[in-house]
């Protein structure tokens, strides 16, 4: 084993915060030719959602004004930068995926995709649409929602891409089976239960509950499996979240470009939201768009399955890490089985944080920017220190040439889940950010 890699590993194990550059990283140009699918799939799936946004801004109200696109702000961080004092002063800000709406976490983008391109496929087969240019309206009558309560939809999950995928299901009419992790909070099963979704509770972690919600799926041809751990339609749905950015820094007049780099934190679990995220962007933005993974310290899987080439064969486990996290949505022990290939040339790097830090944020993300966020959206706050503050981050910024840039770069701080967290259990997160602190 060469030096790095059992320094890597000796790091993870003693859940030290870590900055880990990626080695693999290539400018656009090379990995293009390598890449499974391109631009091209990223504007299909824009596409999609397109057809499909009359329809839902009939079903869902909060989405009339939007025309039925579930997209979210785009926000400065004005006092966090001030008070940060790493000189971010107007070129911090927030993409605030915590508040989209419908599911209110980054899974209302890939989540409720990949259940639309299925229901797309079911209402073309079943005849409920003549075509692609039909009235996709139509699929909100009782004959539909009839056709639809014949399927199944299924996922395994840690908490939102269940409450995602519930939500939606349930609008159109299909039937829908959650399993949820040990991990899962009860508040999301109880408000999945109150929409007639199944919810079947393990014991286990997320990874196992995946595996059982797959093998049912197989036995049952009227059931359809949305695989977190594999899905491209899940990775695509959170692609489209570059273009929705591009429009909303152009807006701004914000530009990205070679004297002006975008930062991105990103906070990862199994990697399709990240990873659909760093696809997206890289195609939108080229070089100039750095991409960085943030994973809790108990659950470094993408870091982990990186660091050694072994993606999902390699178990956060193995190095003595138990998940124990109240990132509920980031505690994941394998990472996707493609996501982390796909990024070997795309991403930057990918840091870890702890939960005293994750609460701290969260605390601070609430005074300063009275923004109530879930623990995992808090990863990609101390991005920027350790990006900018640490040996770790000088070190890549050095590297990619980007120390000259820095007093004209963009930082996006994504926060990716809080809007549904029911007020009490938003007291008790602040609560426990008071008692660690204290
Ligand atoms: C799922 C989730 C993520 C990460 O998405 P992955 O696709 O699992 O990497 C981040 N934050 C929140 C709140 C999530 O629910």
Redesign the pocket.
Known sequence: MSDTLSDGLARLRRREPWLWSNPNWRPLRDCLPKLPFGLDAVLETEARLRRFAPLLADLFPELRSSGGIIESEFRPLSRWARAEGLGLDGRLWMKA??ALPVAG???AR?GIYAVLHFAERVALAEGLLRGLDDDFRQLNTPAARAAFARYELTAGS????GLSIGIIGAALGFRSTIHMSAEAKEWKKERLRRRGVTVVEHRADYSAACAQARALAEADPRAHFID?ENSIE?FLG?SVAARRLQRQLRALDIPVDGRHPLFLY???????????ITFGARQVFGDHAICL?AEPVEAPC?LLGMLTGKHADASVYDLGLRLATD????A?PR??RF?GKLMEPLLSGIYTVSDRQLYRDLQTAWEREEVE??P??C?GFSGPRRLLDTDDGQALLRARGLDAHLDRATHII?T???ALVPAEQHEQFRQKARELAG
Do not use: Q, R
């Open positions: 995926d915590h976490s980054i899974k890939g840690t908490g939102n891409l977190d899940l959170y990103l906070p990862c679990g199994v990697g399709g939201a990240p990873g659909g993974f993408m990132a509920d949505g980031l994941v990472p996707s996501v966020l879930e995992s959206a990863a994504w990716t889940g809080g």
